[in-house]
Each structure stands twice: as C-alpha cells, then as structure tokens.
C-alpha cells in the first residue's frame, strides 16, 4: 500500500504501517504518530452484524459535495477495488492532503472530485489512468492471486479518518455514504484509545465469541502514518 500511494504522487514522508496489536502498547509504541487514517480489513460475518445494527441499509443516499464537507467520500462502482477505494479514503482526507505535493495529477484528481456529486465522483475514479497505471504497478508486486472482477471476497475494507470537523468518519465505498463515528478530541488521532472504540472495536466486539474471549483471526489493520525513515 505504502508502494502505491507513492506511485500516486504521495509523499514518501508518508506510509502505511501493519498493526500487530490495539491491545498491547509494546507492539502498538513502534507506530509512528500521529496516525491519519486507519484501514481495517473485517472478516464477512462480523462486517454484516456490525452494520445491521449500525441500520446503514435505512441510512438515506449521500448527496453531498463541495468544500464544507467534513470528508471526501467516494462510491465504489467497481468490484474487488474495496481496499484501493479505503487506501484512497485515507489520503484524501484529513491532515494526509498535506503530503500530496499541489499541481501533481492526483492533487488535481481530488480537487476536481470535491465539488462534484457522488455518481459523477465514482466516474471521475472510474476514468482515472493515474489510478489504473499505479494500481497495476502494486499488483505486480504482491504475491497473491489477483481476484477476477466477479469473483466473491470474504473481506471488507473499512476506513476510519479524523474529518475536518473533528469527528472520527467511517469511509466505505459500498455503503450510502460516509459515517459520522463520533467527535474525537484534540489531540487524538486514528490509533487512539477513543477512535479505536468508536470505530475498530465495533466491529470486534460483533465476531463470533470462542469461549477464550473474541476470535480475531480475519482481522487486520494498517496505519496511514508519518515516515520513519
């Protein structure tokens, strides 16, 4: 992911950075900070109990646009892209703007997006040869078997960013629009304590309970972060 943000024109001060844990501070102390976004990968069955008692099939379509937004929210149009449209979530939003150089391609991609709707966004993404050429570029990088458009994925890939309101936003393009998560303080990013209970821990308190406490396997999470290099 770090690979293909750079192919997009971010800032190499800026990267992705594998959480091992969100309980244990040894392993979460070597997470540089602050964080700007998290994307969390939710095993099926969890994703859909979480979200049935979320209501988000009784939310109302997201039509907004323009500046005053409190994020830039994509729809996704195009299956098996749920982890491009959650790592595009996070450098579109919040203090991760700062390191996408002004006049660059994807700088222009996103400032056009912004005062469109929400049909004409997911089109804007649709039509992107900056987003196909960096997105192949990953791909012949990785060890996996690429899915076929059609085929069925287990995971789903959500993204949790600070808005410019304050608030803590959970950025999925499958679902009617963004989701105001609750207002965070100043001076807690996406890794902190209340970010994690407002968005992540949702989710995990919904799998399935083994009998030694939550079973986390199919779970992951990557940090959006500052360089360490």
């Known amino acids: 992911m770090s690979h293909l943000i750079h192919e997009l024109g971010v800032s190499p001060k800026l990267g992705f950075y594998d959480i091992y844990s969100i309980d244990d501070p040894d392993l979460m102390a070597f997470i540089p900070r602050p964080v700007y976004g998290l994307i969390f990968i939710c095993p099926r069955d969890a994703y859909y109990r979480t979200r049935e008692s979320m209501g988000t099939d009784n939310m109302p379509e997201y039509t907004g646009s ?37 006049g660059y391609e994807l700088d222009q991609l996103f400032k056009t997006a912004v005062d469109l709707a929400p049909t004409e966004r997911a089109q804007l993404l649709y039509d992107s040869p900056l987003l196909e050429r960096a997105h192949r570029s ?92």
């Open 138 to 229: 990953a791909a012949r990088r990785g060890d996996s078997t690429v899915p076929a458009p059609d085929d069925k994925c287990g995971f789903h890939y959500i993204c949790f960013v600070k808005g410019s309101d304050g608030h803590l936003w959970d950025l999925e393009g499958g679902v009617k629009g963004p989701i105001d998560r609750g207002l965070l303080e100043e001076g807690q990013d996406g890794l902190s304590e209340k970010a994690l209970e407002l968005g992540v821990r949702t989710f995990l308190k919904h799998q399935s309970d083994t009998g030694k406490g939550v079973d986390v396997s199919g779970f992951s999470i990557v940090a959006l972060a500052p360089s360490m290099d």
């Open 66 to 102: 323009g500046p005053d937004e409190p994020v830039l929210w994509f729809r996704q149009t195009i299956k098996n892209t749920c982890g491009l449209m959650a790592l595009i979530h996070c450098i579109s939003n919040g203090e991760a703007r700062e390191y996408i150089p002004a």
